[in-house]
């Protein structure tokens, strides 16, 4: 190796070779170092849409999250979007890109590395509360500001729980526990702020990449921040929202329910190619979502006043109807997620009462959703799902007491209608017998226990009138000294069989 003195040729290299490494640190040290703290205005006469991310992944989904960012890279457009991103990982669930913690916010570039961020870093704010309104609200006026545009659209990606709760953050600063999520009202007053600090009235599009957040609750309230919404009734699956899939088209496309549909129509094909048939979402006109509301609470207003008399065939017929959380969420208390399909709820109160009081509004209400869908996906599995949920607690035990302030239903019949439900089941509800129970041998003579795979069996009598699921728990002893245990169900409802068909 030579370690003469360089040419003066190579020493003007060096020289512009250090001078470039220079302005390289430079620019790594002037990110900033708050959520809202993203530089001056970069207007740009080619940028159609500036598309928001908030991306809260302090918790299991920091991998899914981080996957999500780089596919989003991969699928930049060269000009007419930029996505700015405000991120938050966490520490233990995924170690690529260099294992950061804490919350960063970029611009994202086009870029096919799938295992490094390598977009324009334009804060390092260390660990912030995602689940603080103040976090998103500032965060969303600042991008907003500094990269003004034509159209505007709102991504939030994490878990979510329909209105109780999302973007749950576990390493929260500040907050009880190191823990904290947005509520409804949180998410929209922190939209709402940022918004109004840059000057914008909506969004054109607001995206929720969460489970169950297409629920008429959430759409009523988030028509305040947003003209267009894409939400799950369904839980989500691991695959998330195709939303790169359709990022190429926004830009050179301003309409958003053109661009809302297009997603929903990706959705479909990823469910068909992953063989998943349990999903649904909606594209949904928020212009046009107070009519929904309306046409629920005047049906809800008619089964309230008849509710004496048909509390049983109520609770039976909500209890059956399309959920998204399993048939035995009721055991979770008040922790139930407790969202079923909307219109399904009332056509099968409709479908098992012999004088159903609320069949035109019943009608009313099916058009006025139709009205309000844009564009909806339902997989194989969710063929009784309409396009729009609605919390519907199945016992008192379920409901949350927060629901009339949260959810903004102080003032709805649906809400009194679950409440007098309640309170008719509490009042009326008798325990049911069990008696004569038996168990056989594959002889079919009595026996004391029962051989798994024999073909032994047992019999018993239920007495009771208000009996809508029935658990039977099998234990046996195993050679270690614990127990095995077989959950076995039984459906006690006329037209199971139906409704078996019919899903």
């Given at each position: 190796?030579?370690?003469?003195?360089?040419?003066?040729?190579?020493?003007?290299?060096?020289?512009?070779?250090?001078?470039?490494?220079?302005?390289?640190?430079?620019?790594?040290?002037?990110?900033?170092?708050?959520?809202?703290?993203?530089?001056?205005?970069?207007?740009?006469?080619?940028?159609?849409?500036?598309?928001?991310?908030?991306?809260?992944?302090?918790?299991?989904?920091?991998?899914?999250?981080?996957?999500?960012?780089?596919?989003?890279?991969?699928?930049?457009?060269?000009?007419?979007?930029?996505?700015?991103?405000?991120?938050?990982?966490?520490?233990?669930?995924?170690?690529?890109?260099?294992?950061?913690?804490?919350?960063?916010?970029?611009?994202?570039?086009?870029?096919?590395?799938?295992?490094?961020?390598?977009?324009?870093?334009?804060?390092?704010?260390?660990?912030?509360?995602?689940?603080?309104?103040?976090?998103?609200?500032?965060?969303?006026?600042?991008?907003?500001?500094?990269?003004?545009?034509?159209?505007?659209?709102?991504?939030?990606?994490?878990?979510?729980?329909?209105?109780?709760?999302?973007?749950?953050?576990?390493?929260?600063?500040?907050?009880?526990?190191?823990?904290?999520?947005?509520?409804?009202?949180?998410?929209?007053?922190?939209?709402?702020?940022?918004?109004?600090?840059?000057?914008?009235?909506?969004?054109?599009?607001?995206?929720?990449?969460?489970?169950?957040?297409?629920?008429?609750?959430?759409?009523?309230?988030?028509?305040?921040?947003?003209?267009?919404?894409?939400?799950?009734?369904?839980?989500?699956?691991?695959?998330?929202?195709?939303?790169?899939?359709?990022?190429?088209?926004?830009?050179?496309q301003t309409d958003t329910s053109k661009l809302a549909a297009r997603v929903v129509e990706r959705f479909g094909e990823s469910c068909k190619r992953y063989g998943d048939t349990r999903r649904q979402l909606s594209a949904l006109n928020l212009d046009k979502v107070l009519p929904v509301r309306d046409a629920l609470n005047a049906a809800a207003a008619k089964l309230l006043a008849a509710a004496d008399g048909q509390w049983a065939t109520y609770s039976r017929s909500l209890f059956?109807?399309?959920?998204?959380?399993?048939?035995?969420?009721?055991?979770?208390?008040?922790?139930?997620?407790?969202?079923?399909?909307?219109?399904?709820?009332?056509?099968?109160?409709?479908?098992?009462?012999?004088?159903?009081?609320?069949?035109?509004?019943?009608?009313?209400?099916?058009?006025?959703?139709?009205?309000?869908?844009?564009?909806?996906?339902?997989?194989?599995?969710?063929?009784?799902?309409?396009?729009?949920?609605?919390?519907?607690?199945?016992?008192?035990?379920?409901?949350?007491?927060?629901?009339?302030?949260?959810?903004?239903?102080?003032?709805?019949?649906?809400?009194?209608?679950?409440?007098?439900?309640?309170?008719?089941?509490?009042?009326?509800?008798?325990?049911?017998?069990?008696?004569?129970?038996?168990?056989?041998?594959?002889?079919?003579?009595?026996?004391?226990?029962?051989?798994?795979?024999?073909?032994?069996?047992?019999?018993?009598?239920?007495?009771?009138?208000?009996?809508?699921?029935?658990?039977?728990?099998?234990?046996?002893?195993?050679?270690?000294?614990?127990?095995?245990?077989?959950?076995?169900?039984?459906?006690?409802?006329?037209?199971?069989?139906?409704?078996?068909?019919?899903?």
């Amino acid at each position: 190796m030579n370690h003469s003195i360089p040419s003066a040729r190579r020493g003007r290299e060096w020289v512009l070779g250090f001078g470039l490494l220079l302005l390289a640190a430079s620019m790594a040290t002037a990110a900033g170092q708050a959520v809202d703290d993203l530089g001056k205005p970069r207007p740009s006469a080619d940028r159609t849409w500036t598309i928001v991310m908030y991306f809260c992944g302090d918790n299991n989904l920091e991998d899914e999250l981080l996957a999500d960012l780089n596919e989003f890279e991969a699928a930049m457009p060269d000009k007419g979007v930029d996505v700015i991103v405000l991120m938050d990982r966490a520490k233990g669930f995924t170690e690529e890109d260099g294992d950061w913690t804490g919350a960063r916010v970029y611009r994202l570039r086009p870029d096919k590395d799938l295992k490094k961020l390598n977009s324009e870093l334009l804060a390092d704010c260390g660990e912030v509360n995602m689940g603080d309104a103040a976090t998103l609200s500032k965060f969303v006026g600042a991008a907003l500001k500094a990269f003004p545009a034509k159209r505007y659209s709102m991504i939030m990606s994490d878990h979510g729980a329909g209105w109780p709760d999302n973007s749950n953050d576990s390493d929260a600063p500040g907050s009880k526990d190191n823990y904290d999520e947005l509520t409804l009202p949180e998410t929209v007053a922190g939209l709402a702020g940022g918004l109004k600090a840059a000057g914008i009235a909506k969004f054109d599009l607001l995206t929720f990449d969460m489970c169950l957040m297409g629920q008429v609750e959430v759409a009523v309230a988030c028509r305040e921040v947003a003209g267009v919404m894409l939400g799950l009734e369904s839980l989500g699956p691991g695959f998330g929202l195709p939303l790169e899939d359709v990022l190429g088209e926004f830009a050179a496309q301003t309409d958003t329910s053109k661009l809302a549909a297009r997603v929903v129509e990706r959705f479909g094909e990823s469910c068909k190619r992953y063989g998943d048939t349990r999903r649904q979402l909606s594209a949904l006109n928020l212009d046009k979502v107070l009519p929904v509301r309306d046409a629920l609470n005047a049906a809800a207003a008619k089964l309230l006043a008849a509710a004496d008399g048909q509390w049983a065939t109520y609770s039976r017929s909500l209890f059956f109807s399309e959920t998204y959380n399993g048939r035995v969420e009721y055991r979770r208390g008040p922790y139930a997620k407790a969202s079923f399909d909307m219109i399904d709820i009332l056509s099968r109160c409709q479908a098992n009462s012999k004088d159903f009081p609320a069949g035109a509004e019943l009608e009313t209400l099916k058009a006025a959703v139709k009205e309000c869908l844009i564009a909806s996906y339902r997989g194989a599995d969710r063929k009784l799902s309409s396009g729009l949920s609605v919390y519907a607690p199945v016992r008192g035990d379920n409901m949350r007491s927060a629901y009339a302030d949260q959810a903004g239903t102080k003032d709805w019949a649906w809400r009194e209608f679950l409440e007098k439900l309640h309170a008719l089941q509490k009042a009326r509800g008798q325990r049911p017998k069990v008696a004569n129970g038996k168990v056989f041998g594959p002889d079919n003579q009595p026996a004391k226990g029962i051989v798994p795979l024999t073909g032994g069996y047992c019999t018993f009598d239920l007495e009771g009138t208000n009996v809508l699921w029935l658990t039977l728990d099998f234990c046996a002893k195993v050679p270690d000294g614990s127990y095995a245990v077989l959950f076995k169900t039984f459906h006690v409802a006329p037209g199971m069989g139906r409704r078996k068909e019919e899903t």
